[in-house]
């Protein structure tokens, strides 16, 4: 699927744009001059443009791309040395969010790519901190170095991450 690539300046006011900032784990931005960068990023790339009273209007490809942001119900992150990964559950698609450094990539992926994420990147990762955010709102959190990678142990606890992004019942 298609991957958008851009600042962290950009994501944030994308973030701004879409009134999702602090959503869904989502990173929030208090400083103008970063938006700013940000506003003029989205409009140089040609995903938005200013209307006459300064706020973005979003490329209709663009909004498309990025419609699941606001409508996020629920999400995963992931925190690494350096690394930043967001696993958002929309109505529509799934949004794979990855932020290293200053750099932003956003990918839509289906909806039940979360076990394959979860299979490819978070069982066998060396270390990090996974939180999960569920769709009324309840949050997990799991510290990787607690349990071997690939260890059962570890999968029981992924696998309860899952139960609380798709909002269903722990057996």
Request: charged share 25%; net charge neutral; with cysteine.
């Amino acid at each position: 699927m298609t991957v958008l690539t851009m600042s962290t300046a950009a994501f944030g006011a994308t973030l701004h744009l879409l009134g999702c900032e602090g959503r869904c784990l989502l990173p929030r931005n208090e400083n103008a001059e970063t938006f700013l960068a940000g506003r003029e990023e989205l409009c140089r790339n040609g995903w938005a443009e200013l209307d006459f009273d300064g706020s973005l209007l979003p490329d209709p490809v663009f909004a498309r791309r990025i419609c699941g942001l606001k409508g996020c119900t629920a999400a995963m992150q992931l925190v690494q040395d350096g690394k930043t990964c967001w696993l958002l559950y929309t109505p529509v698609e799934g949004l794979l969010i990855e932020q290293v450094g200053e750099t932003v990539r956003l990918q839509q992926l289906r909806n039940n790519d979360a076990l394959q994420w979860m299979r490819d990147v978070v069982l066998p990762a060396a270390e990090g901190r996974l939180t999960t955010q569920g769709p009324d709102g309840k949050k997990k959190s799991t510290s990787l170095a607690a349990y071997a990678a690939g260890s059962r142990q570890r999968a029981e606890q992924l696998a309860r991450h899952l139960c609380l992004f798709y909002g269903k019942e722990e057996n």
